[in-house]
């Protein structure tokens, strides 16, 4: 079961925008942190950008001043604004959620969606 729900990913020429959103689609376990994740063909998946409870942000340094990661108040759901895209934007953009430290299990857990697909036009 999909516990994180991407939308908004899609064809967009360099120089545009796009807005990704995040859902959960159940009730998850206290979130602490949220991010988007990418992974482009042939690639590596790469942290894109973090939002704890709390408010604060961090960037890769590729997009800093670029894209903006921002989370509804209370509720398990973030989004992406992404401007001035260029062409190595590019990819699957993951949506991911991870608790404080898990007692029982010695480390947080982590939830993931399954990724929505971002095509920058050169």
């Known amino acids: 079961q999909v516990e994180l729900v991407e939308s908004g990913g899609g064809l967009v020429e360099a120089g545009g925008s796009l807005r990704l959103s995040c859902a959960a689609s159940?009730?998850?376990?206290?979130?602490?942190?949220m991010a988007w994740y990418r992974q482009a063909p042939g690639k590596r998946r790469e942290l894109v950008a973090t939002?704890?409870?709390?408010?604060?942000?961090n960037y890769v340094d590729s997009v800093k001043g670029r894209f903006a990661i921002s989370r509804d108040k209370g509720k398990n759901s973030i989004n992406l604004h992404m401007n001035s895209l260029k062409h190595e934007d590019t990819a699957v953009y993951y949506c991911n959620a991870e608790t404080e430290t898990i007692k029982i299990l010695g480390r947080p857990y982590t939830y993931w969606g399954q990724g929505t697909q971002v095509t920058v036009l050169s």
């Open positions: 159940r009730r998850l376990l206290k979130i602490n942190t």
């Open positions: 939002i704890t409870s709390g408010g604060t942000t």
